[in-house]
Structures are given as C-alpha cells and as structure tokens.
C-alpha cells in the first residue's frame, strides 16, 4: 500500500475523513454528495475498507471508485494522520511516538512490541490529565484538552504505517492489542474513547478484538458500567494502594470514589468473570505500598473479583517523589498474591531509557525537546 503522504495541516479547508465511525462516514458522504442512504451506505462501505484496511492515504488508489468520484473526494476530503513530531526506539525495540494532532495538541502514545499476541499500543485519551496521581509524570501536565475520537483512532493508523503492517490483519501483524493507559484518564473523555473502540474493533477494517482492547481507570466509579455496556472492553484498575488513607495521596480521585465503592462497581462490571478478568495495576513504591502486610490486605481486598494483579516496577522520571521497590522485594510480594490463587505477573519495564514507560509520558508542549536541550546546553 502507499506510504502515507498527508499529515494534519491546521489551514487545509478539506475534512479528515481518517477517524471517522461509519455512521459519521455515512453521513458526511452522502451531505456532500446528496447521495440517498443506500448509495451513502454502499460508498461509505468502500472508503472505510480503504482507509481501515489498507491504509490508504490517497484517493487515486481506490480503484473500486471512479474518477470523477475520487476527484470530488480529493476536493472535499483528505486522509490525514496525526504529525510525527518525534519518533523514538528504545534499545528493547519499545517504539515511542509524539504526534501533533492541532497547533498546540500534542500526544505521546508507544508501541511495544512482544506483547499480547504480537504487540500492544498504548494510546492517550487525553492531552494532559486532571489526577495528578503523585507517581505519574503526565499528572504534573495540566490537561489541555481531551482528545477527539479520531485523533485516538490516528495514534493506531499513525503508528501501522510506522510498523508497515497494512493490510491490516493477516499472519504478518504486530499490532494485536490496544491499551488506553497513555495520556490521561479515558473515563473522563468516554464518549470519544467508545466512538475511537468501534472503529479499531471493526471487524472489516483495523480489526483488533474488543477482548484485545483495555482501558485502564484510576476509578471514575460512575462511568465504569457504562464503560462494559457500550464498548465491551476489558478492565484495568490503576489501584496501587490497599487503604484509603494511601490511596488518597497516591491516587487522589480516590477521595471522591473510595476503595469500597471502586471494588463494588468492579463486581458488577458487565460481562466480567474468568474468562473476562479485571488487571489490577499496582506500582510498586519502595518503602510505600510494598510490605508483605499490603499484599495479604491486597489479596483479601479482591476476594470474590475476578482479577489478576500487574505488579508494576515504578518508573522513575526527573524530579520523581519515589523509588522503585528493590526486586527482592517485589518478587516477595509477588510471591504472596501468587500463593492466595491470582495470576501476579511483575510487567518487565520497557522504554525506560526513552521515557517510554508506564506513567512517564508527558507531552512536548509543555517540556523541551531533549535535542533542544541539548543544543542550548552545548552553546
């Protein structure tokens, strides 16, 4: 398929049409081309496989359009991506992205390889966050806005043409699992999130599983039923504490939505059971949350959830309040949870070297560049 030629330009009067749901392709095809809904429906059926499938940037490939069609869309439309601002690969081969969507809107979103069934991408829901959970770098960003559904959807078509992996789906792919633990919290932006799922799930299309699909929450109660009824994804639970005292401090929405009512709505999570369990993320803290009494009260916290327990080495960042649990440390704890019957897995740290890691992404709109620091440095 053609490399991708376009990018967001802020004065190009055309639409995207890249991000689109097929309800909202629909309906702007058959707006500009006062087409009947049948006729909308069937071009629209076309576009999409172009655009999700194939990744296709340029309407003059879409051979199955005629001429005088692809023009009039060429005059009214383009298929943009997100600007590849800066691209980074770690020495783990963890590949980490910040896209500029609008003058001013920056996202970092990274792509591990090795994970899931082939890879995982973790995508920003947000530019910025409103939590400021004390362990996370995106929380000392102020937020700035959340992000549209389509500029979700353009981390993932941004980050497939990096990977060549177009046509989507096959033996050949390495996008198998989308993560939404990037940027921000996509509780607070779940309109877009659940518009961004329906378009990377489209079987005819991107084609990733909603069972491959996680959104991680750092526990906005009220939105987490709807959350499994209009999306079907699978849960995370950014916990890290096993009393409201500490999770207060660590995670500071816990002191509108306590521990207590945070398990109750995981319990009637829709759809939730073995085959469908909740990941607990739980960064490890040294000398904070990593004693062998928290892992016993951890375990007993979720008795009766159906859940497994991501220990997460912290990841430290300039500036950071805390220190990573020693390994010995960690694996002791891991021990505990394992012996009480719950899968513990200790998430090996992938992109560290390039602030790549869970919880240290924070987009250049508000930091210098590291080339410009050093450039001014070598002055």
Known sequence: ????????????????????????????LGEAFALNEKRARMRASQLWRWIYHYGATDFSVMTDIGK??????????????????????????????????????EAECVFIPDVGRAGALCVSSQVGCTLNCTFCH??????????????????????????????????????????FMGMGEPLYNLDNVAKAIE????????????????????????????????????????????????RDELVPINRKYPIAELLSACRTYPGVGNARRITFEYVMLKGVNDTDAEARELVRLLKGVPAKINLIPFNPWPGAPYECSTWRRIEAFADIVYRAGYASPIRTPRGRDILAACGQLKSASVKKRASEARREAAV
Request: charged share 25%; net charge neutral.
């Open 138 to 179: 995106t929380g000392t960003q102020a937020l700035v806005r959340n992000l549209t559904a389509a500029e979700i959807v353009g981390q993932v078509l941004a980050v497939k043409d990096d990977l060549g992996e177009w046509p989507s789906g096959g033996e050949r792919r390495r996008l198998s699992n989308v993560v």
């Open 68 to 105: 005088e069609m692809r023009a009039a869309l060429a005059a009214q439309f383009v298929i943009a991506r997100p600007e590849v601002v800066e691209r980074q690969v770690s020495s783990d081969g963890t590949r980490k992205y910040l896209l500029r969507m609008a003058p001013g809107i």
């Open 1 to 28: 398929m053609t490399e991708p030629d376009l990018s967001f330009r802020a004065d190009d009067p055309r639409r995207n049409l890249a991000g689109l749901t097929r309800t909202e392709l629909q309906s702007v």
């Open 199 to 246: 378009v990377i799930a489209d079987g005819d299309g991107i084609s990733i599983s909603r069972r491959r699909v996680t959104v991680s929450t750092s526990g906005v109660v009220p939105q987490m039923k709807r959350l499994g009824e209009d999306t079907a994804a699978m849960l995370a639970i950014s916990l890290h504490a096993t009393n409201d005292a500490l």
